[in-house]
């Protein structure tokens, strides 16, 4: 099973004008980065720094509940 190693840079408070960025790396290896702001949810493929996915936030959370895998809390 891969190794999944997860660096996140948050700003002190509430998020306003900065966005919360997550680095995901899985076996040593950059898979990307996701970037959280008020209005989207914004994701940034390893290697690339010009092309980036954004989704508002409704739209992420229909994918989530089409795709995603339900978990019962314990």
């Known amino acids: 099973m891969a190794k999944h ?10 998020v306003v004008n900065a966005d919360v960025s ?14 959280i702001s008020k209005g989207s949810i914004d ?3 390893a290697n690339n720094s010009k092309t980036h996915y954004r989704m508002s936030w409704e739209a992420f ?7 995603g895998r339900e978990v019962k809390k314990k």
């Open 22 to 35: 997550i680095r995901i790396k899985s076996d040593d290896a950059s898979l990307g980065r996701i970037e």
């Open 61 to 67: 959370q229909r994918v989530m509940e089409q795709h």
């Open 5 to 14: 190693e997860i660096r996140m840079s948050m700003p002190a408070q509430e």
């Open 43 to 45: 994701w940034w493929p």
